[in-house]
């Protein structure tokens, strides 16, 4: 079973089978592979979550009173009690050698079997001195070695994460035997590469990272496994863009220096922010390069995108393409049409909305090229050069190409929509990312495939956008890049209580007395809307008795869409002074006079949507107030609520969110294979991460089909595999 070469590389160990290995055969193999672990590769990369050094441990006796710690025993006896009918209680009674540990656990009754007579045990908790004997209640217990079974590792040992069915002692010794049995693993990094950025032998790195003589071999060994994850990752999405270039035909726009896009800057009402001119200049050196665009933009809300989007459509209208921007939801695409209609209008490059239906308020300073906008959903069909429009005229008049631009649903344009020369697609993603949407637009291009320019409003950490969207290029606008004059929100956090509301409640009349208007969010139903309906409902009536003097109004995801659009242009138009709403404000929603958002039961709402919640506010008058009140139940939920207090900066909020959630559920809510990350640690691994992205990138330049580093191309595809394919889609 080994190669000719007498190295075992991990692409060959991924094609043994655990079952392969010594005592990891049968019922524990089908355990291992329930728990994902299907091959000696995966078993390798199955690394300790913790280590306890038996050689710093304490005694029972020597061990610090009344601090977190971990001491090592046998176990002498453990029994359960039954108190009550909802209570157990289970003593355990732990020996070193010297002393006894007196154990207590609650309800755990896991705990007995766990943990029979003669097994070895590491405790974690807090020891304490009670009626002269040492106590620990409900600590940690991790099974170093079951009753007759030799440990076989030396004063360090790894603490696996638990894989159900299988013990930890046999997990251990199971992956000691596979550690042995590999070694020499083949090591595809070049030594020069190594030297170079201090990483050490991948062999050595198996070993230390599993069973280590000491606790400081650790690190090292762990650094180079995730170095070696990352690099597989970005090797993969280097070969994905490299791809992207050489086999894809895109259109090289023509960047004119007296075009539409110059006409524009000239014609609006504020200067460009200097990043906005130079995301602009990154989208239009793209655009005209001869392969397609796929530019990321990360921007938080208010960050002026709008006018980016308009640039790059614009600059491919002036060639004579269309231009397309993809919403997520019929409301944001109304809001998109609306938006970049008045932004169009403003800068006298076309007739504003409202004078649809007038005759020509445009006569004076008619544009000597309108530029041609219509919004195409489920249920609506304009444009801003005729007065009404059918459907069915729309889809023909965007497939003769008479109309520039096209502001509709990803269904929408995805599902067929005909374009007569699409050249540049808009996809809006809020922050509901799909990473799929953007490889099935590119048959959209009739000659050639359109450029790609994906706006985001959440933005996201950085380590996000190397991996996540590692083969995108991005351009970001930071916090201290956004136009000019966004009033300051002042965001507080109350519990729950009489005098909160009351504070909350004068706040909205003192606001609705200057003329100003508020937001009230109602608690998140998880699952229905329906449900989410009538409370928003009940929510509303209970504050028309509470506000008599004000004017109250509701809107929720289950009125049908006209209602939904009168109630919002009454909100618009300061015909209501207060919004009773459910989140189907949270996007897209621009009230200038809107200075108050109360946000109930606030701790049900994940940050990011916290944040995007508050992006409603800040969009003229200030200044601003967030209420957001809640008694949250978790860590989780406060750690939320005190970072939406603590800063209004989507990276902040968003780094903050990583880290709250951790990656594992960012990852996988977002299917990308990156949810293969195993080792790697998005917050706490970032120059790992840079320095991969650095070295796969350039290698890849320099060898573009690998050809000099087969160990390395054989590694990526047998260890990504499918759960990197999308990035091989084409
Ligand atoms: P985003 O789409 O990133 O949330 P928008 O494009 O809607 O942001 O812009 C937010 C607001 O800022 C809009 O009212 C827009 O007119 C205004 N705005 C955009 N760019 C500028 C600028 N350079 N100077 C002043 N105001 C701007
Ligand atoms: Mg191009």
Redesign the pocket.
């Known amino acids: 079973m080994t190669p000719d070469n007498g190295e075992r590389t991990l692409a060959y160990l991924s094609t043994i089978p655990v079952s392969r290995v010594k005592g990891l055969t049968g019922k524990r193999a089908s355990a291992l592979n329930a728990a994902g672990i299907e091959n000696v590769a995966d078993l390798l990369l199955h690394v300790p979550r913790r280590y306890i050094d038996r050689s710093t441990t304490a005694t029972i006796a020597d061990a610090p009173l009344g601090e977190e710690v971990t001491v090592v025993g046998t176990v002498h006896d453990i029994n359960m009690r039954r108190v009550r009918r909802n209570l157990a209680i289970i003593n355990a009674t732990i020996f070193d050698g010297e002393t006894y540990l007196f154990v207590t656990w609650f309800n755990q009754t896991f705990r007995e079997r766990q943990l029979p007579p003669g097994t070895e045990v590491a405790l974690s908790g807090k020891l304490e001195r009670r009626r002269g004997r040492l106590e620990m209640k409900t600590p940690e217990a991790d099974v170093l070695d079951r009753p007759g079974e030799s440990l076989t590792t030396g004063r360090v040992v790894p603490v696996h994460p638990g894989v159900k069915g299988v013990s930890p002692g046999y997990l251990r010794r199971g992956i000691h035997n596979a550690v042995r049995r590999s070694l020499p693993v083949g090591d595809p990094i070049p030594v020069e590469m190594r030297d170079r950025l201090g990483l050490m032998d991948r062999s050595a790195a198996v070993a230390a990272v599993h069973f280590p003589e000491s606790i400081e071999e650790v690190a090292p060994a762990r650094d180079r496994l995730v170095f070696d994850e990352f690099f597989r990752l970005e090797v993969a999405l280097a070969l994905q863009k490299r791809r992207q270039i050489d086999e894809a035909v895109g259109i090289s726009h023509v960047r004119a220096a007296d075009g539409l896009v110059a006409e524009m800057t000239k014609g609006l009402p504020?200067?460009?922010?200097a990043a906005?001119q130079r995301v602009i200049d990154e989208v239009q050196s793209d655009m005209t390069r001869p392969h397609p665009m796929h530019r990321l933009l990360l921007?938080?809300?208010?960050?002026?995108?709008?006018?980016v989007a308009v640039a790059a459509m614009l600059t491919a209208v002036d060639g004579g393409h269309q231009g397309a921007v993809m919403a997520p939801t019929e409301v944001l695409a109304v809001q998109h049409f609306l938006?970049i209609g008045g932004?169009l209008a403003g800068a006298g490059m076309a007739p504003p909305l409202e004078a649809r239906g007038m005759g020509s308020l445009f006569t004076q300073t008619e544009p000597e090229r309108p530029v041609k906008l219509a919004l195409l959903t489920g249920s609506n069909a304009e444009a801003n050069y005729r007065d009404s429009i059918t459907r069915a005229e729309l889809v023909d008049e965007i497939a003769a190409g008479t109309v520039d631009i096209v502001v509709g649903t990803h269904a929408l344009i995805q599902e067929g929509l005909h374009f007569h020369r699409l050249g540049v697609a808009v996809v809006d993603e809020q922050h509901r990312f799909g990473v799929h949407q953007r490889v099935e637009l590119r048959e959209k291009g009739v000659d050639a495939e359109p450029d790609l320019l994906i706006m985001t409003?959440t933005p996201i950490p950085r380590t996000l956008s190397m991996t996540l969207y590692g083969d995108l290029d991005v351009s970001s606008i930071a916090r201290d890049e956004m136009?000019?004059?966004r009033p300051e929100v002042e965001t507080v956090a109350l519990a729950k209580s009489p005098a909160a509301e009351k504070r909350w409640l004068q706040r909205i009349r003192d606001e609705a007395a200057a003329g100003n208007q508020s937001f009230v969010v109602c608690p998140l139903v998880e699952d229905s809307l329906k449900v989410e309906a009538a409370s928003a409902t009940a929510e509303r009536e209970r504050l028309v008795g509470l506000l008599p003097e004000l004017r109250v109004g509701l809107l929720h995801g289950q009125m049908i869409p006209a209602d939904k659009a009168s109630v919002m242009a009454a909100f618009r138009d300061r015909e209501l002074d207060v919004l009773v709403a459910t989140t189907v404000i949270e996007v897209g929603i621009?009230i200038p006079h809107s200075t108050v958002m109360v946000i109930e039961d606030a701790d049900r709402f994940g940050l990011s949507q916290l944040h995007q919640l508050r992006?409603r506010l800040s969009?003229g008058v200030g200044p601003n107030y967030c209420f957001l009140v809640a008694d949250p139940t978790t860590t989780e939920s406060e750690a939320r609520l005190a970072a939406m207090v603590a800063s209004d900066d989507g990276f902040v909020l968003a780094e903050e969110d990583l880290r709250i959630r951790g990656q594992g559920t960012v990852f996988g809510a977002r299917q990308a294979g990156t949810a293969d990350l195993r080792i790697a640690d998005l917050l706490r691994d970032t120059q790992l991460l840079i320095d991969a992205r650095r070295e796969a990138f350039a290698l890849v330049a320099a060898d573009p089909d690998l050809s000099d580093s087969p160990a390395v191309a054989t590694e990526v595809q047998a260890l990504l595999g499918d759960a990197v394919a999308w990035l091989f889609v084409s």
């Open positions: 504020f200067a460009l922010t906005q921007g938080d809300v208010g960050s002026g995108k709008t006018v938006s932004l409003a136009p000019p004059g621009d992006g969009r």
